[in-house]
T-cell receptor
Framework: DSGVTQTPKHLITATGQRVTLRCSPR?????VYWYQQSLDQGLQFLIQ???????AKGNILERFSAQQFPDLHSELNLSSLELGDSALYFC?????????????FGPGTRLTVL | GEDVEQSLFLSVREGDSSVINCTYT??????LYWYKQEPGAGLQLLTY?????DMKQDQRLTVLLNKKDKHLSLRIADTQTGDSAIYFC?????????????FGSGTRLSIRP
């Protein structure tokens, strides 16, 4: 158990819909990262937040957005869903940007868009 | 841009050594990582190496870094069935307080009896 929790575990929805994925980082970790893992694209970095502020952006679509709240939990919002958005979405957390900065991964949310 | 490449599959016999290879493009990467993903689970950090090191050993795991060729390998000695997983190589962007990590596509390791 990494200490990072993600809800829900599974999500099935239809094209055009909007969903929100939630992540709680490990106690004390200030950074939260979101990744998308799909069969054809591998593991793609989406976005990072540090202590409530956006710190880095990866291959995140404009239809997707995220935020980190004062209690440090984070939400990833996916809108106007398409079939190709079906994937595993992972959240990871780390304490800071210093050192080797191990990222601890949550168990993921499996999103299926029908 | 940064890129990390690995072969997709590796099959080894139980008890043999497994060697998973990776190449990366950012010659100024500070840290390089190996993560393990077991079925239905998230990624777990196995080991990492700082870019000024050539080798790191941790029990059954040996990481070799050839900085000149930008080649990283993970050797698992005495491979067991519990080692079946996807192994991801990753590099950390340099000069980045954002700690952005670039992952390879993962190598699926399967163990033959």
């Amino acid at each position: 158990d990494s200490g990072v929790t993600q809800t829900p575990k599974h999500l099935i929805t239809a094209t055009g819909q909007r969903v929100t994925l939630r992540c709680s980082p490990r106690s004390g970790d200030l950074s939260v990262y979101w990744y998308q893992q799909s069969l054809d694209q591998g593991l793609q970095f989406l976005i990072q937040y540090y202590n409530g502020e956006e710190r880095a952006k990866g291959n995140i679509l404009e239809r997707f957005s995220a935020q980190q709240f004062p209690d440090l939990h984070s939400e990833l919002n996916l809108s106007s869903l398409e079939l190709g958005d079906s994937a595993l979405y992972f959240c990871a957390s780390s304490s800071s940007g210093a050192g080797h900065n191990e990222q601890f991964f949550g168990p993921g949310t499996r999103l299926t868009v029908l | 841009g940064e890129d990390v490449e690995q072969s997709l599959f590796l099959s080894v016999r139980e008890g043999d050594s497994s060697v998973i290879n990776c190449t990366y493009t950012d010659s100024s990467s500070t840290y390089l990582y190996w993560y393990k993903q077991e079925p239905g689970a998230g990624l777990q950090l196995l080991t990492y190496i700082f870019s000024n090191m050539d080798m790191k050993q941790d029990q059954r795991l040996t990481v070799l870094l050839n900085k000149k060729d930008k080649h990283l390998s993970l050797r698992i000695a005495d491979t067991q069935t519990g080692d079946s997983a996807i192994y991801f190589c990753a590099e950390r962007e340099t000069g980045s307080s954002a700690s952005k990590i670039i992952f390879g596509s993962g190598t699926r390791l399967s163990i033959r009896p």
